[in-house]
């Protein structure tokens, strides 16, 4: 009999530490179910406030679209172009550049923000390559540019910094 209650006691210990250690296997998955839940919360709210917020998720865009880099214009420069991604207080411009001697030509007026547009430039001088840029620039330089325009100055400003350059095509005056 005392036999008997020992096994009966040993299979009762066993039963108890296998309820034990199923429960045990139950809390981890239910703590690593809830983390990984948690993690996933955490990483939607993370993305999704950039998904819905109404603020760009990347710095100013500009492309020249035509003429293309290497054409050959006359002095009548048709451009088609887009901006995108620009704030308030941030100004577009259309300029000739000439980089080795740092002086730049603003091209007409100053174009509309965050949408694609088709103006026409003119540009004048010698029958040789030069490079069209399209800047963003603040409301200084705006100003500047606005008034050496209105002025009908023809000595070339200050090419403001690289950063500001959206993009640039080389072009080729040849009539």
């Given at each position: ?9 040993k ?11 199923s ?5 981890y ?24 917020s ?6 100013p865009?500009g ?10 214009t ?13 704030e ?5 411009w259309?300029?000739?550049?000439k980089p080795?001697?740092?002086l ?5 007026q100053r ?7 088709t103006?026409?430039i003119?540009e ?21 540019w606005q008034?050496?325009?209105d002025?009908a ?15 640039s095509?080389?072009l080729?005056?040849?009539?």
């Amino acid at each position: 009999m005392e036999s008997q209650f020992k096994d009966d006691l040993k299979e009762i210990l066993l039963k108890k530490k296998e309820s034990e250690k199923s429960k045990k296997n139950i809390t981890y998955k239910i703590i690593a179910l809830s983390s990984f839940a948690t993690i996933c919360i955490v990483t939607f709210l993370y993305f999704s406030t950039s998904l819905f917020s109404s603020s760009p998720i990347t710095g100013p865009y500009g492309k020249i679209h035509s003429p293309a880099a290497g054409s050959v214009t006359g002095k009548e420069v048709s451009v088609t172009a887009e901006t995108r991604n620009l704030e308030p207080g941030q100004y577009v411009w259309l300029v000739v550049d000439k980089p080795d001697i740092g002086l730049c030509w603003p091209k007409g007026q100053r174009l509309a923000s965050n949408k694609s547009f088709t103006t026409v430039i003119y540009e004048e001088g010698k029958k040789e390559p030069y490079t069209l840029s399209l800047y963003v620039v603040s409301k200084t330089i705006n100003d500047q540019w606005q008034e050496w325009l209105d002025a009908a100055m023809h000595g070339g400003l200050s090419m403001p910094p690289d950063k500001r350059r959206l993009d640039s095509v080389k072009l080729i005056l040849g009539e």
